[in-house]
């Protein structure tokens, strides 16, 4: 297989003697036109050339992109510019590293060179020792900015994270949006900080022993700002996908959007010193290829890893419960180091909530919670009543950590109709007892933020466009999206368009005594789990007896355990510790330690 670790092949490039290299990738174009905005000139207009396949140079990738345009002039950064293409309205560069006044405003000329960085200490961590933080850049901070993000960074370290990731940052329209409706997948959003303020979050994440994982998206893009196919065959018909056409993987013209979106990957590494990659929905990434996007993003992004002498992961989410996304290619794996592993958030919130819509109908027995902590995957092979067809496969030969568990993340929380949390579902002491087997368990515990707390603010569904056809749809669909269910009949759900929709998903920071205790709680789960769980032999001994669930972890000479059931249960342990206790609102649990 083919590797790839060159990155700056389009979009802007800032050179060493004041001048900037401009490329696009545009075969559907018989012409393209820089327009560069300088500051305190007039606009001027310059023809890009036709480079043509044979000049474009570029050994490391197995198919010449064809039709690459370039122009190199006078430029600095903080210059912007826009294309032109076959005399058209002009729009911004695919490959925009920067849009300040937006998604249909011109680019500005980012030399990615300005910044210094002071983490050349960093190496990075291994998987093993991942406690991953999702956040979303706008609604953690009342500020919701990268540099709020950093004020934060102290208190995830003090609670026992190690590893920060952030939703989607690629530009959106608007300034709401969870970033899945990016349309450009290079540039920053500006709203947050843009590059340097990324930068600036990253070197401070490294600098104080946190790793930072971006999530990023390749399976569409965005319905507003999406200039692409004026440009390219970005898109293609051959497959279908929940957006409509699926991105062009493995059609004919291929070869640019692969190179755009493998450098993209690699872009995150070199330019933001990113520690790893979340790729968003890797089972709507529709691609024939006899190499797939997916296991050439991991395997150009290990190979840069190795390049750099940084440890890098790359992360699938998907619900598939196929092990041969994290097998190596030597076993026909596809090479990513860990999966979304949905089946331990589905059986816990079945069970404890009663829900049994959707996907939730196969989920609800106790059994399939204590599965899930033993062998990742609950369902490996057999039917599945959701799906009408069998479901997933042996999780066997998979590390325990190459399963990424959650009690809550942003999409089971902000795609219910309301947003709600667990706080506002289940009782505490589900709560904290759950929160007992998510965070000791052999698994990649994930937390969403402000679960550590009991957040009451939920999280809802958020947009800002800005096409009043598309503002009317996003707010129609949404709440027809959810009249088909009896129990969302009588709902009032929030409009995405609404700012106060987005207002109310900001986290608060001002906590009760109650949120306080529970924040506690975490802090002493993850610390012990620092102890006995990171450096341990991460294989799990789970069962339920009666309403019992029970874990056991070895530990070298020792053994973790953790008891948990409605209260009244006898529990008897004459040879084990008690470390930390619970009993609220009928649950009770015990987690202990035998040396």
């Not at 545009?26 to 305190?40: F, I």
């Amino acid at each position: 297989m083919t590797v790839h670790t060159k990155t700056e092949t389009f979009g802007a490039t800032v050179l060493d003697n004041g001048r900037v290299e401009f490329r696009v990738w545009a075969p559907a174009a018989k012409t393209v036109t820089l327009r560069l905005l300088r500051r305190s000139r007039e606009p001027q207009d310059l023809e890009m050339r036709n480079l043509g396949s044979s000049d474009f140079g570029m050994p490391d990738f197995d198919e010449p992109c064809a039709n690459t345009f370039s122009v190199i002039t006078e430029a600095v950064a903080g210059d912007r510019y826009f294309y032109i293409v076959d005399g058209q309205n002009p729009v911004p560069d695919p490959v925009s590293r920067l849009l300040p006044e937006g998604v249909h405003a011109p680019t500005e000329i980012v030399d990615p060179n300005s910044f210094t960085w002071t983490d050349a200490n960093w190496g990075g961590m291994p998987l093993q020792k991942y406690v991953i933080y999702e956040l979303h850049v706008g609604t953690f901070t009342p500020p919701g900015t990268f540099e709020a993000v950093i004020s934060k960074l102290d208190y995830l370290r003090e609670l026992g994270v190690t590893a920060i990731e952030l939703m989607p940052v690629s530009a959106f329209p608007g300034a709401r949006n969870w970033g899945y409706d990016g349309v450009s997948l290079y540039a920053v959003q500006a709203s947050y900080g843009g590059p340097d303020g990324l930068r600036r979050l990253v070197d401070e994440a490294h600098r104080r022993g946190l790793a930072v994982i971006q999530d990023v998206v390749y399976n569409h893009f965005g319905p507003e700002g999406n200039y692409l196919r004026m440009f390219g065959p970005y898109f293609t018909g051959k497959h279908h996908t929940p957006w409509g056409e699926a991105v062009n993987y493995d059609d004919e013209g291929r070869e640019g959007m692969r190179r755009l979106v493998v450098e993209n990957a690699l872009y995150w590494i070199r330019e933001y010193h990113m520690d790893g990659l979340r790729l968003d929905a890797i089972q709507t990434i529709k691609d024939d290829s006899d190499v797939t996007i997916v296991e050439e993003i991991a395997h150009s992004v290990h190979a840069l890893g190795r390049e750099l002498g940084r440890e890098i992961v790359v992360i699938g989410e998907t619900d598939e419960n196929e092990p041969s996304y994290v097998l190596p290619a030597s076993q026909k794996g596809k090479g990513l180091d860990a999966v979304w592993s949905d089946d331990f958030h589905h059986s816990v919130h079945a069970h404890f909530t009663g829900e049994r819509a959707g996907y939730y109908q196969d989920f609800g027995e106790q059994e399939q919670i204590a599965k899930a902590l033993g062998e990742g995957f609950v369902f490996q092979g057999e039917f599945f009543k959701f799906w009408n067809d069998v479901r997933g496969a042996s999780s066997e030969g998979m590390p325990e950590w190459a399963h990424v568990i959650c009690l809550q993340n942003h999409d089971q929380i902000g795609n219910r109709a309301l947003g709600e949390r667990l706080t506002h579902l289940v009782p505490r002491g589900v709560r904290k007892m759950m929160a007992a087997f998510l965070l000791l368990a052999p698994q990649t515990p994930l937390l969403f933020m402000g679960e550590e707390f009991d957040a009451e603010t939920p999280f809802q569904f958020f947009t800002d466009f800005g096409d009043p056809a598309l503002r009317k749809a996003v707010t129609e669909g949404r709440r027809k999206e959810f009249k088909q269910f009896k129990e969302f009949a009588s709902v009032d759900v929030p409009d995405p368009q609404d700012p106060a929709t987005f207002e109310r998903s900001r986290l608060k920071w001002e906590w009760s005594p109650a949120q306080r205790e529970m924040h506690d709680w975490y802090r002493k789960l993850l610390t012990l789990r620092a102890g006995y769980v990171i450096n341990g032999e991460r294989t799990c001994e789970a069962r339920v007896v009666g309403e019992i669930l029970e874990m056991k972890l070895p530990r070298g000479n020792g053994r973790l355990r953790v008891v948990g059931g409605r209260s009244g249960f006898v529990h008897e342990s004459p040879s084990w510790h008690t470390v930390l206790q619970s009993n609220e609102d009928g649950f009770e649990l015990w987690v202990e330690v035998k040396e």
